[in-house]
Nanobody
Framework: QVQLVESGGGLVQPGGSLRLSCAAS????????MSWYRQAPGKERELVAS????????KYADSVKGRFTISRENTKNTVYLQMNSLKPEDMAVYYC??????????????WGQGTQVIVSS
């Protein structure tokens, strides 16, 4: 059974940082690209960042480029999203997803439950 469990969300001040983690199980983690999505009330779901199966390639939404870093440790079956210089517009529920393929696409077949990021003073 594929499981994706996000953690690390919480309250942070504008300009602050958070690191989200996604613990994966139930599949061969190293074979799949992984992504982070986010969605806030009143906003469209946004693909934030993706990483290929071996971590060789990454892709970021323009809105987070230069501030967020996606990474993975395949030995730990974990993907991370380091979020720096957080802005109020980053406030959303962040979801970890499994890509359909080993390479980066905009297709995901499994989603975690999400972790909430609140950016506020």
């Amino acid at each position: 059974q594929v499981q994706l469990v996000e953690s690390g969300g919480g309250l942070v001040q504008p300009g602050g940082s958070l690191r989200l983690s996604c613990a994966a199980s139930g599949f061969r983690f190293s074979l799949y690209a992984m992504s982070w999505y986010r969605q806030a009330p009143g906003k469209e779901r946004e693909l934030v960042a993706s990483i290929s199966n071996a971590g060789s390639f990454t892709k970021y939404a323009d809105s987070v480029k230069g501030r967020f870093t996606i990474s993975r440790e395949n030995t730990k079956n974990t993907v991370y999203l380091q979020m720096n210089s957080l802005k109020p517009e980053d406030m959303a529920v962040y979801y970890c997803t499994r890509g359909t393929y080993s390479y980066i696409t905009e297709s995901s077949d499994y989603w975690g439950q999400g972790t909430q990021v609140i950016v506020s003073s």
